[in-house]
């Protein structure tokens, strides 16, 4: 068996507010070097840069997913994980139809840098991607697995856009079985105040700078017989998640 570790929340340049060196090969240049094996890029509202952050991760011998951090109506942040790269791009294709045009600030929010897979700029974001879309919390789940894809609350720990904090509750209501923490030391005292204890809790990164991308830790974790290729281990790991 082989251990995979994980960090399902990374930004890259793309993202208003990371950093023009989280570039598709320096994110996957990293998770290398942490012993992380298996990388999300969940960009704000696009998955412009998954196409390149495949082609690097492969490179380094990490295995790539690609995803999105979509903003709903409530402006809630929701981690949207899809097991190939033709399901994240037909649901960034939806999402650019849903989104709220604010032209970006470049002088508040940055840069927001779509690149090749040898890191070139081939294109520029020109609307904000951290506002809110009109996809509501309620209809996230339905639309992210009609692209065979899974979702879940982000850093629900956090108030800046977390569910617990705009809503005032975990929304069961919604059927989550997922959500992510962002200190793993909150852990205990949200599954007893929001009756957590049936929701599968992941603890990842949301990395806006390289030196906020997490080692391998023990606890998060997929094993895989091996040798399989990434497509495979995707295919496992969706299968644990969805389980």
């Known amino acids: 068996m082989t251990r995979y570790y994980y960090d399902f929340h990374v930004h890259s340049c793309l993202s208003p507010c990371g950093d023009v060196d989280n570039t598709p090969n320096n994110l996957a240049g990293m998770a290398s070097l942490n012993g992380v094996g298996i990388m999300a890029l969940t960009d704000h509202n696009s998955s412009r840069n998954c196409p390149a952050f495949f082609t690097a991760a492969r490179r380094y011998g990490v295995v790539p997913i690609a995803g999105m951090e979509l903003t709903t109506s409530e402006d809630i942040h929701v981690v949207c994980l899809f097991e190939t790269l033709e399901a994240a791009l037909a649901f960034n294709d939806e999402v650019d139809e849903r989104r709220i045009r604010v032209k970006n600030r470049e002088d508040i929010f940055g840069e927001q840098l779509i690149l090749d897979d040898e890191d070139n700029v081939v294109g520029h974001e020109e609307d904000l991607l951290i506002n809110a879309t009109t996809i509501s919390l309620d209809d996230a789940p339905q639309i ?8 879940y609350p982000a850093h629900i720990d956090r108030p800046s856009n977390g569910a617990i904090e705009i809503l005032g509750d975990f929304p069961h209501y919604v059927g989550f079985r997922l959500a992510e923490l962002h200190d793993r030391k909150n852990k205990d005292a949200y599954v007893s105040r929001y009756g957590l204890e049936g929701i599968r809790l992941l603890f990842s990164s949301d990395a806006h700078y ?13 094993e895989v017989d091996e040798p399989y290729s990434s497509a495979l281990v995707r295919k496992r790991l969706f299968e644990d998640l969805r389980s």
Request: charged letters at 30%; hydrophobic letters at 30%; one cysteine or more.
């Open 210 to 222: 390289l030196d906020q991308l997490r080692d391998g830790d023990e606890n998060d974790y997929i």
């Open 144 to 151: 992210v697995s009609a692209y065979g894809g899974i979702c």
